[in-house]
């Protein structure tokens, strides 16, 4: 008799649980040394199955990346919804790229390697256009709080950048800052005495007032919306980085 077929949502939870085989994977060897053969090793499923998922190890790659944005658009799409004036949404966003670098820091990591031409040339077309719609709605969730701060008057565009402009810049920073200071990856020769999070909240401020973004940081501690953050729409996150052994002090 032939084996019962599964349903979509079944096929997405065993896609998920062969993602995260190879993230674990990730913990312990470099993405130079991941092979499909290591990946079906972690996993209770034969060979056949796994490539029924994933056509090889940079359609592997891409599904990652594509489980990072999703990850990430959960989270920003938490922090934008919450209360308070656009710079603080846009504040609390940059906190969740923080909140999810703590928490899935290997997936952190990895992510950026979806987008390599060696992988994109070797996906899948449908991970591809899934890729192309996260990375829509993650853009899409800066754009809505930027043009609500135009909206409020608290904020004016410079001439010379547009949206999509401060929000890669925005997130390259944040990004940077991630790399250089967090334990769980590189670390800068450079960083005695700095720590990730008051640099982190150092930078995010830094750059929207440079922005001229209303109410600036000498005029209202922001402090107070990251700890509403942490207490409230957060917590069960920030509980769990604390259980890593990991407090976070803004």
């Not at 950026?112 to 993650?138: A, D, F, Q, Y």
């Not at 600036?216 to 207490?231: G, K, T």
Request: proline share 3%.
């Amino acid at each position: 008799m032939s084996p019962r077929a599964l349903d979509q949502h079944s096929l997405k939870q065993r896609e998920l649980e062969i993602i995260e085989a190879a993230l674990r994977l990730l913990e312990q060897v470099d993405v130079s040394q991941l092979t499909m053969d290591k990946v079906v090793a972690q996993v209770p499923y034969s060979k056949g199955t796994v490539y029924s998922h994933f056509s090889g190890k940079e359609d592997l790659l891409a599904a990652i990346g594509n489980y990072a944005m999703q990850t990430m658009a959960d989270l920003f799409g938490r922090a934008a919804a919450s209360e308070g004036n656009s710079r603080e949404r846009y504040l609390g966003m940059s906190f969740a790229y923080l909140v999810y670098a703590l928490l899935k820091p290997t997936l952190f990591r990895v992510a950026l390697c979806s987008k390599s031409p060696s992988v994109i040339g070797k996906t899948s077309p449908e991970r591809l256009t899934e890729h192309e719609r996260l990375e829509t709605t993650l853009m899409g969730l800066f754009f809505e709080v930027i043009d609500a701060g135009i909206a409020e008057g608290s904020l004016q565009l410079p001439p010379h950048l547009n949206k999509q402009q401060i929000s890669f810049l925005g997130w390259a920073g944040g990004y940077g800052a991630i790399m250089l200071l967090n334990d769980d990856l590189n670390q800068c020769g450079g960083r005695h005495g700095l720590y990730l999070e008051r640099e982190y909240y150092n930078a995010s401020n830094i750059f929207m007032d440079g922005l001229g973004w209303q109410p600036l940081s000498s005029e209202y501690d922001y402090r107070q919306v990251i700890n509403a953050l942490m207490e409230g729409r957060f917590a069960a996150e920030i509980e769990e980085i604390r259980q890593r052994g990991r407090q976070l002090v803004f």
